[in-house]
């Protein structure tokens, strides 16, 4: 039976990844020198392609690293000095936040309640943070920022960098990037792509700062730090031998995106999510786990179940729907199910309708 894979990152393929696979492996991509010409106009046809999607000013440069993850190290290494401060709203961006740790900086933590982001209104920051770190949508619960919150907290902290992470809802929410210093991604989440490559887009102040770092003879990192980045991104270069065929797979999937419309992905994103939370609500055995409902993602849609969540994710599997289970301590209690832009409607509807089957028994 053929398995379609609702689980939030990895998940299911974007639905031309397997053609470009196939004309990658034709092209001989894997075996490239990531020195020569086919590898730059890889890079550059790839960073444009996010650029163009992302609507990124002159002012961003777009570096690849081996994940998210990485990017939450690198940016601590080359833009805190001394302290950071972390809106936790659940696993991820509480991972960010102790990493910072681990680095031995000094880390302001904003912890919100479970299902809930951290309420902007009333932020009190000490100025002494270098750096603010807002998780645009956290894949563990499924609370997700209102978009309008980036500009408040740009507004209200203007002399801070503002790092966003738009891991699991880039390109499906309409964000101004234009707010932000800087703002990452992995390509397994929407951009439906085999994991082992991060996205990193980083202003001028960013490269600042780090240049400012280093020449106070601290430690920003080595090859992955943002001059060598730079260095080597102004040749449509990276320091080390990357994930080509990633990129090149990024690079192709970005422009089908771009291809069939940034605004219409977004329209279809809103009119799925609706559809799901709708059957949530309609269903006598699962409930939106984020009750305000400005908060609930549109992208990794979470339900608290009243039955033990493995007997849906069993009879889903049946029929080839692979949902994802809780994350964490919500492992049991929770299913997530990714809306990303591979997810069809009709799909969606299909997984609703299998949804309310259950729920009817
Ligand atoms: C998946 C995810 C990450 C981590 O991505 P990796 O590719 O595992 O490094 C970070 N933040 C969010 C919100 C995520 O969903």
Partial sequence: MNQFYFTPGPSQLYFTAEEHIKSALKENVPAISHRGKQFQSIFQDTTQAIRDLFSLSERYHVFFTSSATEIWERSIQNLVEFESCHFVNGAFSKRYASIAENLGRKTTVIQAREGEVVNIESLLIPESCELIAMTMNETSTGASHAIDDIRKVREGFPNQLLSLDVVSCAPCLDIDYSLVDLAYLSVQKCFGLPAGLGVWIVNDRCLNKSEALLNKGLSIGSYHALPELLIKAQKNQTPETPNVLGIYLLGKVAQDMLK???????????????????????????????????????????????????????????????LGSGYGKFKDQHIRIANFPTHSKEQIEYLSDELMKIAGE
């Fill in 260 to 322: 069939k419309g940034v605004d219409m992905i977004r329209r279809e994103t809103n009119y799925k999510a609706a559809a799901l939370y709708n059957t949530f609500e309609n269903s006598e055995i699962l409930n939106p786990f984020v009750k305000y409902k400005v908060n609930r993602s549109k992208t990794t849609v979470v339900a608290e179940t009243s039955i033990p969540n493995q007997v849906i994710i069993d009879k889903m599997s049946e029929k080839g729907l692979i």
